[in-house]
């Protein structure tokens, strides 16, 4: 009886250390996962932003004056409008992904944050117009609230990343991927 009662302890203690392991197992995979669906988003938004519909937007909105006016904008050129909107859509959808922290925000800081901010100032006015002809003052919120966040981001270390990582090197002798 007593050897039947030392087996059962050690099965005992076996099964939890196979429950623990499994707790463990999975809290790492779902770790793992979550940094891949991160990484899959950036190099999407990578890819967007690489796009040439995307590129003919921001050089035209760059290439506008700051705070222009929704009719002033339909003046200045005639697609100037439908780049504004490319542009607002897609800091729109970026916002709320940073928001809900599928893509990290530093990423998009490095990526794309000087350059919203910008993107920002250019169409201020031109959103808030929008928000008045909509009569929807949610219009480009998320847009706006990037902005502010890339901003405040972006004032806090205003060295450049070609100065700031001058001394970077490869963490591996062979290729990383």
Not at 36 to 61: D, N, T, W
Not at 104 to 125: C, E, F
Not at 164 to 173: F, L, N, Y
């Amino acid at each position: 009886m007593d050897d039947l009662s030392r087996l059962a302890d050690m099965a005992e203690i076996l099964g939890a250390a196979i429950v623990i392991g499994g707790v463990f197992f999975a809290v790492m995979q779902m770790r793992q996962i979550r940094q891949q669906r991160r990484e899959m988003a950036a190099i999407e938004l990578f890819r967007f932003f690489g796009s040439p519909q995307f590129a003919k937007a921001y050089h035209c909105v760059l290439n506008l004056p700051d705070n222009l006016s929704t009719a002033e904008l339909r003046k200045h050129q005639p697609e100037a409008e439908n780049c504004a909107m490319l542009i607002s859509t897609t800091m729109e959808n970026i916002g709320v992904m940073v928001f809900h922290r599928i893509v990290p925000s530093v990423v998009v800081k490095d990526l794309m944050g000087t350059s919203t901010v910008i993107l920002w100032t250019r169409l201020a006015i031109w959103v808030q117009d929008m928000r008045d002809e909509l009569d929807n003052p949610a219009a480009f919120e998320w847009f706006e609230w990037l902005a502010r966040v890339l901003e405040e981001l972006g004032n806090k270390d205003c060295t450049p990343a070609y100065d700031k990582h001058r001394d970077w090197k490869p963490s591996r002798s062979t290729h990383e991927i």
